[in-house]
């Protein structure tokens, strides 16, 4: 393995995260991987974020809290009932203007 910071190495990097989820083509995995068996720079790289990526799927994996659930569903519902009175909003504000424009042509 040898130290490296071409081309290669850009490509290998830019490309981890679908390497690593696999999401990109074969050729493209076959590439990454010889190309991370030679570079110990990559490989490092590689190796850190295949833990990290395992560490996070393993944490997923538990239920949240249930007061945690609950403010997240709170937020979400309030996101939502933003979104949706600005629509109305919106809404209410063409059905004026559209009211206008029909009273002017009268």
Do not use: W
């Amino acid at each position: 393995m040898s130290e490296c910071d071409g081309p290669d190495c850009a490509s290998a990097l830019e490309n981890l995260y679908l390497f690593l989820d696999r999401e990109i083509d074969t050729a493209s995995c076959d590439e990454i991987q010889a190309h991370i068996d030679d570079c110990s720079t990559c490989l490092s790289e590689y190796d850190l974020e295949r833990v990290v990526k395992a560490l996070v799927s393993r944490s997923c994996s538990e239920p949240a809290p249930e007061p945690l659930r609950e403010k997240v569903l709170y937020s979400i519902r309030q996101v939502h009932v933003q979104i949706t009175e600005d629509a109305a909003t919106q809404r209410v504000v063409v059905s004026e203007q559209v009211h206008q424009v029909t009273e002017r042509r009268s």
